[in-house]
């Protein structure tokens, strides 16, 4: 069974950093999309950031700049580097992966940004 496991998150002041990892239970398959997706009281989940095997990435308009994802095969993880957070980045953020059609989630780890 595919676990995806989230670590990193916790209590961060504006304008500081996290890091996010999220640990998959199998190797990684080489033709997959991993991404991790926010969810803040009342709103729906959100797509933050994607990253293809190959590497491609792709950010939400709300953390381009300011968020970094990569992934690494070899340790069968992918990291969501966050900088110059803001109060509006609170939120549950999710490990997603795709790969055969088929979708993984994490069980989230809470970000909270304070003012």
């Known amino acids: 069974q595919v676990q995806l496991v989230e670590s990193g998150g916790g209590l961060v002041h504006a304008g500081g950093s996290l890091r996010l990892s999220c640990a998959a239970s199998?190797?990684?398959?080489?033709?997959?999309?991993m991404g991790w997706y926010r969810q803040a009281p009342g709103k729906q989940r959100e797509l933050v950031a994607l990253?293809?095997?190959?590497?491609?990435?792709n950010y939400a308009d709300s953390v381009q700049g300011r968020f970094t994802i990569s992934g690494d095969n070899a340790k069968n993880t992918v990291t969501l580097q966050m900088n110059s957070l803001k109060p509006e980045d609170t939120a549950v953020y999710y490990c997603?992966?795709?790969?055969?059609?088929?979708?993984?989630w994490g069980k989230g780890t809470l970000v909270t940004v304070s003012s």
């Open positions: 990253v293809t095997s190959r590497g491609s990435t």
């Open positions: 199998i190797k990684i398959p080489s033709d997959s999309v």
């Open positions: 997603n992966g795709r790969w055969y059609g088929l979708s993984y």
